[in-house]
T-cell receptor, first 114, second 114 residues
Framework: EAGVVQSPRYKIIEKKQPVAFWCNPI?????LYWYRQNLGQGPELLIR????????DSQLPKDRFSAERLKGVDSTLKIQPAELGDSAVYLC????????????FGPGTRLTVT | GENVEQHPSTLSVQEGDSAVIKCTYS??????FPWYKQELGKGPQLIID?????GEKKDQRIAVTLNKTAKHFSLHITETQPEDSAVYFC?????????????FGKGITLSVRP
């Protein structure tokens, strides 16, 4: 069974530029999460989707971050414009709705903002 | 909200010895406690989890114990091997309500000396 797929794996951009990350969850997983992991820290939730509905986006900085999950499968996380402090690893995870706490993570996208 | 702490931040053991990693949590409503292993350049991998209705769970060389009264839980790895070297994260979550999201600790770096 294929795991969570993310792309790109690495991205280097200059500040004020836009950037987007893509995630394809495990087949059959209705719940999708985006996390940010700063160096030396644990993952922190940005947004959680149940199918195509964002049910928890309280930690998403909405002035510059946006996310979508069209058709309840793939998801995209966007930052516009990027700031130096956005440098981090952005992780996508998914779970089966009836076991929402067994989350499976993708490899992440390492973003460097210069 | 929930606060999860891990101590120590690094742990070094000799191959074949046991390793114990401890976590504390603050929210008595938390009832789900997973452990994740993260290798360099990869996403966190779920290795074992425990729910508050049990005190201990084992899976081959790893086990997790939970003390709800003291609000702490521990990961036990026996017969450690060099491939156990990684960063280990504990997390806690309530399964309902406002705190129904995983809160991660900062992680502990385990080094197994051959």
């Amino acid at each position: 069974e294929a795991g969570v797929v993310q792309s790109p794996r690495y991205k280097i951009i200059e500040k004020k530029q836009p950037v987007a990350f893509w995630c394809n969850p495990i087949s059959g997983h209705n719940t999708l999460y985006w996390y940010r992991q700063n160096l030396g820290q644990g993952p922190e939730l940005l947004i959680r989707y149940e199918n195509e509905e964002a049910v928890d986006d309280s930690q998403l900085p909405k002035d510059r971050f946006s996310a979508e999950r069209l058709k309840g499968v793939d998801s995209t996380l966007k930052i516009q414009p990027a700031e130096l402090g956005d440098s981090a690893v952005y992780l996508c995870a998914s779970s089966i709705s009836r076991a929402p706490y067994e989350q499976y993570f993708g490899p992440g996208t390492r973003l460097t903002v210069t | 909200g929930e606060n999860v702490e891990q101590h120590p931040s690094t742990l070094s053991v000799q191959e074949g010895d046991s390793a114990v990693i401890k976590c504390t949590y603050s929210d008595s409503a938390s009832n789900y406690f997973p452990w994740y292993k993260q290798e360099l350049g990869k996403g966190p991998q779920l290795i074992i989890d425990i729910r508050s209705n049990v005190g201990e769970k084992k899976d081959q060389r790893i086990a997790v114990t939970l003390n709800k009264t003291a609000k702490h839980f521990s990961l036990h790895i026996t017969e450690t091997q060099p491939e156990d070297s990684a960063v280990y994260f504990c997390a806690a979550s309530a399964t309902t309500g406002a705190n129904s999201k995983l809160t991660f600790g900062k992680g502990i770096t385990l080094s197994v000396r051959p």
